[in-house]
């Protein structure tokens, strides 16, 4: 039996034009497209930014997620969309499997992938990175990530702050990704430790309904809806007082 190849593509942070060359050819070539959909989403946000470059006769295969935190669950659901995405490898075809951003930076296809490994240990893989959504952000914010020797922190927001203390109290740039219902608390957190005016705010960048704030006070008591698909950068080596 012989496998086809899967392809993990970054897709970039929502404007199709941030699709790389490669990506873009690799997509148009494949017959057979994966994409990651939340189950109350009327469409995966990765079709809709990689949809020119398809082929006329794709096949789409949406593989539903549960937004859920139960391991379990998610473990199942792993092998679920595993399972189909093998399906179509072992009839000999490739497969494009979308992901937004970089396909190993808090993705989708880290767990895919590693289920699928497990499934077919012969299976063959190109993984192509795209553009990360903090590099977006980044550019639209003209927000220095890195300078001199400044250390650069990437860190997941989550229902205990302290870890995101921690990275903040270590100084240089601070990426803070993951964001959603949290906004207000990070933002708090923020404001405590004097940092409030030096970060900015960026949600679905490239995306229809794009926001920029480059006045983080601006963020105080906005809803938890406005955390969603949102990065916050935050130059923690220099504070002022707000």
């Known amino acids: 039996?012989?496998?086809g190849t899967l392809y993990g593509i970054g897709i970039g942070p929502g404007d199709p034009e941030l699709i790389t060359l490669k990506g873009a050819r690799l997509i148009?070539?494949?017959?057979?497209?994966?994409?990651?959909?939340?189950?109350?989403?009327?469409?995966?946000i990765a079709m809709a930014i990689a949809r020119r470059c398809l082929r006329h006769d794709a096949a789409i295969?949406?593989?539903?997620?549960?937004?859920?935190v139960d391991r379990g669950e998610l473990s199942e659901r792993w092998k679920e969309s595993?399972?189909?995405?093998?399906?179509?490898?072992?009839?000999?075809?490739?497969v494009c499997f979308l992901t937004l951003g970089d396909p190993l930076l808090y993705s989708t296809y880290i767990y895919l992938l590693r289920a699928l490994r497990e499934m077919c240990p012969d299976l063959k893989t190109m993984?192509?990175?795209g553009i990360t959504a903090f590099s977006a952000a980044a550019s639209l914010t003209e927000f220095p990530i890195g300078e001199a020797k400044e250390p650069v922190t990437i860190i997941p927001s989550s229902?205990?702050?302290q870890t995101v203390r921690r990275a903040l109290a270590g100084g240089g740039t601070v990426i803070i990704m993951k964001i959603g219902k949290r906004l207000q608390e990070i933002i708090g957190l923020l404001r405590e430790m004097g940092l409030i005016g030096q970060g900015v705010f960026v949600s679905?960048?490239?995306?229809?309904?794009?926001?920029?704030?480059t006045n983080l006070k601006n963020m105080e008591m906005q809803d938890s809806e406005t955390g969603y698909l949102s990065i916050i950068l935050v130059h923690a080596g220099r504070r002022n007082e707000p």
Do not use: W, Y
């Open 204 to 213: 679905r960048a490239g995306l229809s309904g794009q926001r920029i704030e």
């Open 61 to 68: 295969h949406e593989l539903l997620f549960p937004m859920t």
């Open 28 to 44: 148009g070539n494949c017959r057979h497209v994966f994409v990651p959909k939340a189950r109350t989403a009327a469409e995966s």
């Open 159 to 161: 229902d205990d702050l």
């Open 82 to 94: 595993a399972g189909e995405v093998a399906a179509v490898l072992k009839s000999g075809e490739d």
């Open 127 to 129: 993984t192509v990175p």
């Open 1 to 3: 039996m012989t496998l």
